[in-house]
């Protein structure tokens, strides 16, 4: 976190000030490690298996806070008796499809009491839906939406019966013992009770303690469960919705946030509503009702609401009732549109053309190389950034230009390179980690013909709209009808944020009065609002993201400087601070609680919960949606308003966390049989390589591990530091960090320089040879892991290899993001081949390492025929290669 | 003791150099135990001050590439990675660069630790650089700070041989800057401190390792954490400059570091270099009338 959010760790220094301890779970000794109390060094990859053991730790000794897990999680609900455990089947779940690689989730639902047995409505119904889910990245929705289930279903209070999920739970990490971390992870078994107990002793009633992580858990094949396992751990131990509790997660950009909750994702529209599949939603009404999920609880129930809304606030007058609000002009997708399968497909020549703004994907993407090829075959290409990055000019610098692969003169991308206003030239607002909005008034005119992002779309659409003016085409109308009247200003006609600010809060659309909460919505096309949970940030007229109250002036919540959605809510389900009865659990840790005399929730922070809803509130027969809500349903985006310790339908990849090896890696992995996450997505095509892992053979060739991330010096990609001399000079080449042990086994000289090899590419660094990194011991054997910046690319004042070329495209099925935070390589001493030899060295690699055209490693590994095998090292059954496999 | 003019002990710098009612001496407590080594100093200071470029080099000193205080580098940090136990004095436990393989398996290593303190100039109370300026460039604020002008600084010199810090240098480049050949070195923001405000590094600084206010009372904010540190049971934190009684008088940009001076590069015992000035005039004197004695009883005896 020092690394890469220096201005935020001064808030866990402070907290260190005050007595709190704060614990470093890293591959690497960074900056942080360097003020934390204690660094535990971990084999990269192996995350779950770490908080696995501590989940068992937990269990074993009972050491959850009872009550709060009892009446906030699901921990006692059962769950259907047709569920297989990856215990019972080598690493797999119930309902495998070989096939299609995904789950029916039939077998994991809950027992429900409708004695039907029908399955909840909204529930995946087999594992073609789950196959669609990973292509549309549904988990990113299953992530805002929560689980949407059944909303009564058996119980056992006393967590006893062996299908209660707090009792599966216990038996599916009951193999994640403290030796099992030790092996798997290479922690000592000291060091890893030493957090159990810190973190146990540090929850409960009087104490809660916070999880904080970031990209480093995200970017993994198994990256939403590495997650999943840190929300298991922190409901076990009560600390979900409570102060100092949580799970803050990192962003890796100042408004990133923003960027999905008003989004950037294909899949997703603002406010995290579903984009529609042509597929499958022919209505609006197919739409809305696959986002409401009748039947369940919670506040999604009103997604009509905010589907009109922001079709409103898209289409203006021309959206009625009478055209279901223009739903026939809402583009919809038909698959995956990642960015790495958009990427492939520029590859394949099958898209044109592509904007890229603020992103340097020829750098900063997993597979440089296909990044590039990608871009080299496009018709066009715009870019707008600050400098001439590298996505910009590959066409007459990049490696693929050293290789040959790209040929200048013979590249027919045309690429228009716009200048683009920098942050202190534009006004807007941020949103960031904490989903608070914070406005940004402009500094200072941006220079030239530098513009903002706002000028350009609304420009550009203005312009396409004065092209098609005349036209008759049915075609035209989803661009004309558009509400595109927003007001300008200045000399060159720049937008007003504020209005843009406005129509995202919502208003009334006669009367044009803001609305202060998305509860104001209607759905008959009398209000319209761009995102329902950032309304409420003009409440009353005021622009509530450009407060500035100073901290000393108000409650240790600040709940007065800027505006956090939905409603301003700082802490996410905080009816959770409070006990069943509503009282705090602690007077040390209050912060929302039931005040009986007026009837309504109070405390610090808005309550986020109904108001006047009591803590006796039992829902009556037959009830749905908010109503079904209960007095201790905390959790009010969950289809049962409970957290979840398992979770029946949402995940592409199981119902509860598993250790699985990355992609790459060295070891077999040693739970069981199945190796690597049996669901993600691949790409198998020829330039898209992926070095061996167990069981295949050749793992020898790249025998080391590695792991990128961050210096505090540079940012991502490099196109805002490498250009700049004050930031250039403090980190200005390249470098491979190695520990003494691993130099001297490759003879690598400190300052030296070597190069690091994988399927995919080789590049080249100085050695910074370091005792910060440390070999680990797992399973027996000793793993070296070698560390990598990721900043550099041919462009600026500090040039070098970039680290991203090394990575191929494996995702996480659940939202498609990219492995790249771990993997296997070579290290070798001396700067790497260049021209035409590089391209000769890598494949003389890839060849050695088994890695052929058109053959790939079977993905499941589980023998066959064989689901209770036990021994996991079990050779595969005789012909293990299956046939080409396109994977769409 | 300490009079009027006095080239060591404690003293008040600007009263001493002639300000009648100056404001409260200001300095910096640095708080090296908070430093997450962001370097956001270094780059402030660049900013505000429009310092040049420095060496645009990789060292391999860790993520240090600005090597040491120098002209073009107002605001150093520095990176020492080195085992918990510190090794005895005899077996020179200096940080090398780059980590030389050990014989000691990993499990037997002692605990890493990873230091990190962001240097600058001291603002002596007895500063040898004003001590020995000759043309008067280098003077004392009325803040109690020591400042170039770079207008009236001839490049002589005498003020980078002085400094028993090796702060100060003079510009060797980038080409064609202006103030190439001048001596330059922090100035404690003084065009900053002059209109109220805090100078740029410890505005910079976001974990407060870099704090700026009156001498006095970041001396006893220092104690404090000094205290709490020790009781936490961090044994090795030490204050470094805070002493009046010091070689140097005390300085007005003091530390907290965790370890020994030497480990962050730091002289463990500064003395102000002009301190033995006045004793070495006197022997001066002494010496020449005894020259002039001898001359004379020599010209005496003749006749």
Known sequence: ?888 | MTGPNSFFGPIDPAPDAGYEDPPARKGFFTDTSVCIGCKACEVACKEWNDVPENLFAMLGTSYDNSHSLNANQWRHVAFIERPAESKPLVSLGMPTVGATPTELPEEEKPDFRWLMSSDVCKHCTHAACLDVCPTGSLFRSEFGTVVVQDDICNGCGYCVAACPYGVIDRRKGPEGDPKVGIAQKCTLCYDRLTDGQTPSCAQACPTESIQYGDVEELRARAEERLAALHERGVSEARLYGNDPEDGVGGTGAFFLLLDEPEVYGLPPDPVVTTKDLPEMWTRAAVAAVAMLAGAAASFLRRR
């Open chain 1, 1 to 888: 976190m020092a690394e890469a959010h220096p201005v935020g760790f001064q808030w866990v220094v402070e907290a260190q000030k005050r007595g709190a301890r704060v614990i470093h779970i890293d591959p690497r000794f960074t900056r942080t490690s360097a003020v934390a109390d204690k660094h535990v060094p971990i084999r990269v990859g192996s995350d779950i298996a770490f908080l696995g053991g501590i989940v068992n730790y937990i269990l074993s000794n009972e050491l959850d806070f009872r009550e709060y897990v009892v009446n906030y999680t699901n921990a006692a609900v059962l769950v259907s008796d047709k569920f297989e455990d990856t215990d019972d089947l080598d690493g797999l779940f119930s309902g495998f499809d070989p096939e299609k690689r995904t789950y029916d989730p039939t077998s994991w639902q809950y027992d429900v009491e409708d004695e039907s047995g029908d399955l909840h409505k909204s529930q995946a119904n087999g594992s073609e839906e789950h196959a669609e889910h990973r292509e549309t990245a549904a988990g990113l929705q299953n992530e805002a939406h929560g689980m949407q289930t059944a909303s009564h279903p058996r119980r056992d209070e006393t967590l006893q019966h062996p299908r209660c999920v707090y009792q599966v739970l216990k038996r599916h990490f009951a193999r994640y013992t403290p030796e099992m971390v030790e092996q798997v992870c290479g922690v000592s078994q000291e060091d890893f009770l030493d957090v159990c107990r810190a973190w146990t002793e540090n929850s409960g009633r009087e104490r809660t303690t916070a999880l904080v992580y970031s990209v480093g858990w995200t970017q993994h094949s198994v990256g939403v469960q590495y997650i999943r396992t840190g929300a298991i751990l922190q409901l076990l131990l009560g600390n979900m919705g409570r102060p100092g509790g949580g799970i803050m997660a990192l962003r890796g950009h100042a408004s990133i946030q923003g960027s999905t909750d008003i989004p950037t994702l294909f899949n997703l529209l603002p406010g995290y509503l579903p984009m529609p599949d042509a597929n499958k939603h022919h209505s609006f009404t197919d739409w809305v009702d696959s986002v409401r999920n009748p039947g369940s609880k919670g506040f999604w129930s009103k997604a009509d609401a905010y589907a009109v809304n922001l079709l409103k606030a898209y289409w203006g007058d021309a959206a009625t009732a009478d055209n279901d609000y223009c739903f026939d002009y809402m583009p919809k997708i038909t698959g995956d549109h990642g960015t790495y399968r958009s990427v492939l497909d520029m590859i394949d020549g099958k898209v044109k053309g592509y904007f890229l703004l603020g992103q340097n994907p020829a750098v900063g993407s997993a597979h440089g190389r296909a990044q590039r090829l990608g871009m080299a075959n496009l018709d066009w290409l715009v870019v707008r950034d600050l400098f001439e990055i590298e996505s910009a000019n590959f066409w007459k610098d990049s490696p693929e230009i050293e290789t040959g692969e790209i040929v200048t003169e013979e590249c027919a991308t045309e690429v228009f390179l716009f200048p683009a206003a920098s942050y202190a030239e534009k006004e807007g607002t941020f949103t960031q980690t904490q989903r608070m909005l914070q406005w940004r008034e402009k500094a200072v005119e941006p220079p030239e013909d530098c513009r903002s992002e706002l000028w350009f779309f609304y420009h550009l659409g203005r312009m396409m709209r004065e092209r098609l003016a005349e036209s008759t085409d049915e075609r035209d109308r989803p661009l004309l009808d558009l509400a595109w009247d927003y007001p300008v200003h200045g000399e060159y006609d720049e937008p007003s944020a504020d209005a843009v600010l406005m129509e995202i809060n919502g208003y009334d659309v006669a009367t044009r009065r803001p609305l202060s909460s998305f509860t104001e919505m209607k759905n008959d096309g009398s209000t319209l609002g761009g995102c329902w949970i950032y309304t409420g940030v003009y409440a009353d007229g005021v622009n509530q993201a450009n407060r500035r109250k100073s901290r000393h002036e108000q409650s240790f919540v600040a709940p007065e400087w800027g505006w956090a959605w939905p409603m301003n809510r700082r802490i996410l389900y905080n009816r959770a601070s409070a006990d069943p009865e509503g009282r705090p659990w602690s007077e040390r840790k209050a912060y929302v609680w039931w005040d009986d005399d007026a009837q309504q929730w109070t405390g610090a922070d808005v309550p986020d919960f109904e108001k006047t809803k009591p803590p006796s509130y039992r829902s009556p027969e037959g009830a749905d949606g908010v109503e079904a809500l209960e007095g201790i349903d905390p959790f009010i985006m969950q289809g049962d308003g409970k957290g979840a310790l398992y979770v029946p339908q949402g995940l592409v990849d199981g119902p509860m966390p598993t250790h699985y090896e990355p992609v790459e890696s060295p070891f077999r992995n040693p739970l069981y049989a199945q190796q690597a996450n049996p669901t993600r997505k691949e790409y198998r095509r020829d330039d898209n390589p992926m070095n061996p892992a167990p069981p295949e053979d050749h793992i020898d060739v790249f025998p080391f591990v590695f792991t990128t991330s961050r210096l505090t010096e540079h940012h991502t990609a490099g196109g805002m530091s490498r250009y700049l001399e004050h930031l250039a000079e403090l980190q200005p080449e390249m470098f491979v960090e190695v520990s003494p042990a691993l130099a001297a086994e490759r003879g690598l000289e400190h300052m030296g320089w070597c190069h690091v090899v994988t399927a995919r590419s080789a590049i080249e660094g100085r050695v910074l040879v370091t005792e910060r990194l440390r070999p680990l011991k797992v399973e027996g054997r000793t793993v070296h892991q070698v560390w990598m910046p990721y900043h550099w690319g041919s462009g600026g004042m500090v040039t070098g290899d970039s680290t991203n070329d090394l990575f191929g495209i494996t995702l996480d099925p659940n939202v498609l993001i990219q492995e790249t935070k771990v993997g296997t390589c070579d290290v070798r001493a001396g700067r790497r081949p260049s021209g035409a030899a590089l391209r000769e060295y890598v494949e003389g690699y890839a060849r050695r390492a088994g890695v052929t055209d058109h053959v790939y490693p079977p993905i499941v590994t589980v023998p066959d025929g064989d689901t209770a095998s036990d021994d996991p090292r079990a050779p595969e059954a005789s012909d293990d290669r299956h046939p080409p496999e396109e994977d769409e």
